[in-house]
């Protein structure tokens, strides 16, 4: 590919093929992350339009044909809501809602570990190339210096070729490293703009379900009528 001299350092040519290896991981990464960065912020804006478009609670938790991390931070909720009414055990003590914070900021979490498969990566070769490059470069340079002094000649011809092949190692390395770097930084925000989201959507969650249980109260006792704890549907965040 950058018909390289025979007679170049295999140090370098291996330096090269890693930082080629690299490349094509960043690249395959970067595909794979914006896929399931589209796929992801579609499924959840799919699944809130239902959510919040359904009729009750009890609708809302019927929803079916959806996926994404909203709606599995849903079913969570109320899977946890019908075992803290159903279910003894250690894992359920507390009141409903300490049980619904807990299992919704679980899933949160497990959600945010999905999300963040791969950054790691970026963030590895986008810091290493460079000085797998550089080294590439002084070996380069070690190596043609000493096939200089066997040549007994120091002229453009001779030292042109060598140089040139230990310096591209460098070049490399930043080529591969600055796609890198930027992939990380674009999904990373990314992930933290979706974890705001499903942060508030839990709260809005919580806060919805608390006033289906106070307006249930309020209405058991005769005290006010529905349009004093009427449930709010709002969400906050617009995407994720």
């Known amino acids: 590919m950058f018909n390289l001299d025979p007679n170049a350092s295999p140090i370098v040519v291996g330096v090269l093929v890693s930082l080629i ?26 699944f809130r339009a239902a959510f919040w478009a359904a009729k009750d ?32 055990d250690l894992r359920h003590s507390g009141d409903r ?23 790691v990566v970026l963030a590895s070769i986008g810091s290493t190339s460079p000085f797998i490059g550089l080294f590439g470069t002084v070996w380069g340079i070690m190596h043609a210096l000493t096939g200089i ?7 453009l011809d001779v030292v042109a070729g060598p140089i040139g092949e230990a310096l591209l190692a460098t070049g490399v390395g930043i080529a591969v490293a600055v ?28 806060k919805v379900l608390r ?23 709002t969400l906050k965040g617009a995407v994720a």
């Open 21 to 46: 290896l690299a490349s094509v991981i960043t690249w395959t990464i970067v595909l794979l992350k914006t896929i399931q960065v589209w796929r992801m912020r579609r499924q959840n804006n799919k």
């Open 57 to 88: 609670l009890q609708d809302a938790a019927n929803l079916e044909g959806f996926g994404g991390p909203v709606y599995r931070v849903a079913q969570v909720g109320f899977h946890a809501l019908n075992e803290a009414d159903s279910v003894a």
């Open 97 to 119: 809602q300490e049980v619904l914070e807990r299992s919704l900021r679980q899933q949160i979490q497990k959600e945010r570990v999905t999300r963040e498969s791969g950054l």
């Open 149 to 155: 002094s066997k040549a007994g000649s120091a002229s």
């Open 179 to 206: 796609p890198a770097v930027l992939a990380y930084n674009f999904f990373l925000r990314r992930l933290k703009t979706s974890s705001n989201n499903l942060d508030d959507f839990a709260e809005d969650l919580i």
């Open 211 to 233: 006033r289906v249980s106070y307006r249930k109260v309020v209405d058991a006792n005769g005290k006010a009528d529905a349009s004093s704890a009427g449930v709010v549907h």
